[in-house]
């Protein structure tokens, strides 16, 4: 059964930084592009980032550029999301998720329909 997992979200004061992980099961990461979406609550779920198959290509929201960074690990089949200088509204229940198609490119952050397989989520919260 395929399936990814997140973990590492938390209650965080604004400025503080989390490290979100995406691990996978039943299946090699190293076949998928990963995305990162988050839902705030009564919002729609919106793309974050994502990074190809080998980490190669990279994207990232404008909202979170410069502040977030996307990396995988393809030996421990974990995917990552760094997030510093937390903000309040970057509260969200956070996604990962995978796509076969291999889409994540520079200039390009793939939609939900692109995706295959989706995490649990995690909640993230940034609040004082």
């Known amino acids: 059964q395929l399936q990814l997992v997140e973990s590492g979200g938390g209650l965080v004061q604004p400025g503080g930084s989390l490290r979100l992980s995406c691990a996978a099961s039943?299946?090699?990461?190293?076949?998928?592009?990963i995305g990162w979406f988050r839902q705030a609550p009564g919002k729609e779920r919106e793309g974050v980032s994502c990074?190809?198959?080998?980490?190669?290509?990279?994207n990232y929201a404008d909202s979170v550029k410069g502040r977030f960074t996307i990396s995988r690990d393809n030996a421990k089949n974990t995917a990552y999301l760094q997030m510093n200088s937390l903000k309040p509204e970057d509260t969200a229940v956070y996604y990962c998720?995978?796509?076969?198609?291999?889409?994540?490119?520079?200039?390009?952050?793939?939609?939900?329909?692109?995706?295959?397989?989706w995490g649990q989520g995690t909640q993230v919260t940034v609040s004082s």
């Open positions: 998720a995978a796509d076969a198609g291999n889409f994540c490119s520079v200039g390009y952050l793939p939609g939900l329909g692109q995706y295959d397989t």
């Open positions: 039943g299946f090699t990461l190293d076949y998928y592009a």
């Open positions: 990074i190809s198959m080998r980490g190669g290509r990279i």
